[in-house]
């Protein structure tokens, strides 16, 4: 073979060569990207033209024991932005900004965004020449989403709490249940070209989205309202710091009413400072003082250390215990059980848990409840403090006597007085009745929980006497009495500690009134706490006369007739919260939200308004908004769902 046939050859099998191995390196790599690697690229590439977009769940309604509604979830726009397609993102922004109350330098930021996708306004109603207008603009859309309504707005809010932009409960009520009251969220899917100019959603391709479950409340709208407002009108009256009222169930623990002041309106929750929102009724700890004193009889009773006769020296009105000298407000020298709780005297109380003896007060204290958490189906409650019995100096055991040197939360003390209502058997408190899926069937269902006896009946219905007695004339809660049934209860007033400067704060006070009615077959109990009230400072002449008209319009409300005095009071009928009478003879507008649109179209007949109305069912939302500036054409758009 000649030199240059061999040379060919050389290079024939050299070509060769590099063939095969370049053929087994593509064979290979198509190995990795068509089966090692498949799934991710496939994603990627997925992601390269698809848009996928959260929508937010459909919340479930929260509704009073009536199946009233306190929370619902309405259909909103939220505004977007594919920044890609936009030419002119200055004229855009300028064109957005007045429609999603957004400055517009913001907005222009966002539209420089180098994201295929950005919100410019999420959960906000708009009419619909402002739809014509964003659906107008090249690059910009609308979605429809879902954001929570609360038609009562403030009632119970401390209570039911407000979720954020995701659709998470943040307080309350809204927090406890979130996984019920969530559902499950959709997707929507978008495409885009390879230039990635072009977006189109795609409404079909949604995964089965569900609404989430509701609550049902033992909450009583019509009572919640009847507290909020009477709790209202006394602060605000005395000028006082803060303010609880709660309503009970004392037969089977239901909450009928919890109000607190100051509140929050929680479709607005961001204008409130965070200590608004809170639920003072269970975080909130006070000094009982002499409410405290109905648990003291009721221990020395139960161990028969005293009868409700028996009569006691109070030193007319000065005592010495230890280095301190008690005192009461008025002078008193013999005086029976039954009256040093009438006339609420301390040297009566000091002396009568001299009696009953340290380990077995301390132990009542517990059984009632004290210093740990009733067990309440709300968040935020605290356990109250009680020192520990080894800690109990002799000071320290005749002050707790009167209420004084011992904490407790509102809820602790209505359920400890809710116990000798029901005849000595304390129950649990709660608010929820039962969780019900969109379709109707009970999730979960609340029954009533017997925590335990802490008295004899035979001892509970001997407190009920002397209780009763408190608010007969004379009595230091006889501001609390009505004329048509038997109220039973006890006044509180005690000192706030110094946090600052160790022991009691001057001229800082705790007014109380604690009772249940009718005396003789309890329906209602009620507490009333008023936080530093200024001027007058006393229960009986601060907090009782609140008590008295919560409990007298309640039971007006529900049906029990007058039984003697021959007092009749016509029920209560609730009342729009936010705005009033005087908003609309003022000029301003009033606030439709939550009304039928038969009642919406007789309001602003009265005005008079001409109202254009979008939709059916229930006001949701209004434009001018409430207490706004009724204009000159007097007219406004009114959406119903």
């Known amino acids: 073979m000649s030199k240059g046939s061999r040379w060919l050859k050389v290079r024939l099998v050299s070509l060769l060569v590099f063939f095969l191995i370049a053929f087994a390196g593509l064979t290979v790599r198509a190995f990795q990207l068509q089966i090692v690697e498949n799934g991710r690229l496939k994603a990627r590439a997925s992601d390269q033209y698809r848009k996928t977009i959260d ?18 979830s309405m259909e909103v726009d939220s505004v977007y932005a594919q920044p890609c397609m936009i030419e002119d993102r200055r004229t855009a922004a300028e064109a957005v900004s007045s429609i999603v109350s957004v400055d517009a330098g913001s907005v222009y930021k966002r539209l420089r965004d180098k994201s295929s996708f ?7 109603d708009m009419p619909e020449t402002e739809r014509s207008i964003v659906r107008g603009i090249r690059g910009v859309g609308l979605l429809k989403e879902r954001k929570r309504f609360y038609p009562a707005p403030q009632l119970a809010s401390n209570m039911i709490g407000f979720v954020g932009y995701d659709s998470i409960g943040l307080e309350g009520l809204e927090w406890r249940y979130n996984n019920y009251l969530r559902g499950e969220g959709m997707k929507i899917a978008g495409l ?11 409404d079909g391709d949604v995964s089965h989205a569900s609404k989430g479950s509701s609550l049902i409340l033992t909450l009583d709208r019509t009572i919640q309202y009847i507290a909020e407002k009477e709790l209202l009108k006394a602060a605000t009256n005395a000028n006082a710091k803060a303010g609880i009222a709660i309503v009970m169930d004392p037969s089977n623990g239901e909450i009928l009413a919890m109000a607190s002041y100051p509140t929050f ?8 400072r965070p200590r608004d929102w809170r639920n003072r009724a269970l975080t909130d700890l006070y000094e009982p003082g002499s409410v405290f004193k109905i648990f003291l009889v009721a221990a020395a009773l139960e161990e028969g250390v005293v009868e409700p006769n028996d009569i006691i020296y109070c030193e007319n009105g000065g005592y010495r215990v230890a280095d301190r000298i008690f005192h009461d407000t008025m002078k008193h020298g013999w005086l029976t059980v039954k009256d040093i709780v009438k006339y609420s005297s301390n040297i009566g109380a000091v002396k009568l848990a001299d009696r009953l003896g ?6 009542y204290i517990n059984e009632f409840g004290f210093g740990k958490k009733t067990g309440i189906d709300l968040p935020g409650e605290v356990s109250g403090y009680v ?12 002050t707790i006597s009167f209420g004084q040197g011992i904490s407790a939360t509102p809820i602790q003390l209505i359920t400890a007085a809710s116990a000798i209502a029901n005849k000595g058997v304390l129950m649990r408190p709660y608010v929820v009745k039962a969780v019900v899926s969109p379709d109707g069937e009970v999730v979960k269902e609340v029954h009533p929980v017997i925590e335990r006896r802490v008295v004899s009946e035979e001892t509970a219905l001997e407190v009920t006497e002397i209780l009763k007695r408190v608010t007969k004339d004379g009595g230091s809660g006889e501001r609390a009495a ?28 705790i007014s109380s009134f604690l009772g249940y009615a009718p005396a003789d077959s309890p329906r209602l109990a009620i507490i009333v706490m008023i936080d530093e009230p200024s001027g007058d400072f006393y229960g009986s002449t601060v907090a009782a006369p609140v008590f008295r008209e919560i409990l007298k319009q309640s039971m007006a409300y529900m049906g029990i007739l007058p039984n003697k005095g021959g007092e009749s009071i016509k029920p209560v009928k609730l009342a729009a919260i936010r705005r009033t009478n005087d ?15 038969r009642m919406v179209l007789r309001m602003a007949k009265r005005i008079p308004l001409e109202v254009k109305v979008v939709g059916s069912g229930k006001a949701i939302s209004q434009r001018p908004s409430p207490g706004g500036k009724i204009g000159r054409n007097r007219t406004a758009e009114v959406r119903f769902q």
């Open 583 to 597: 908003d609309i003879e003022g000029g301003r507008m009033p606030d439709f939200r939550g009304k039928s649109m």
């Open 118 to 124: 950005v919100w410019l306004k999420r959960q906000i």
């Open 482 to 509: 009505i004329s048509f049934v038997d109220v039973a209860g006890k006044t509180g007033t005690s000192q706030k500690p110094d946090p600052v400067n160790g022991g009691y704060a001057q001229g800082k006070y």
């Open 192 to 202: 885009r070209d390879a230039r990635g100019k072009e977006m189109v959603f795609d």
């Open 55 to 72: 929508i937010l769940p459909e919340r479930g309604e929260i509704y009073d024991r009536n199946l009233n509604e306190l929370a619902i």
């Open 387 to 398: 020192r520990k019995l080894q800690e109990w100096s002799r000071v320290t055991f005749s």
């Open 358 to 363: 340290r380990s077995k007060y301390y132990r």
């Open 265 to 272: 309106d929680p479709n607005n929750f961001r204008r409130y």
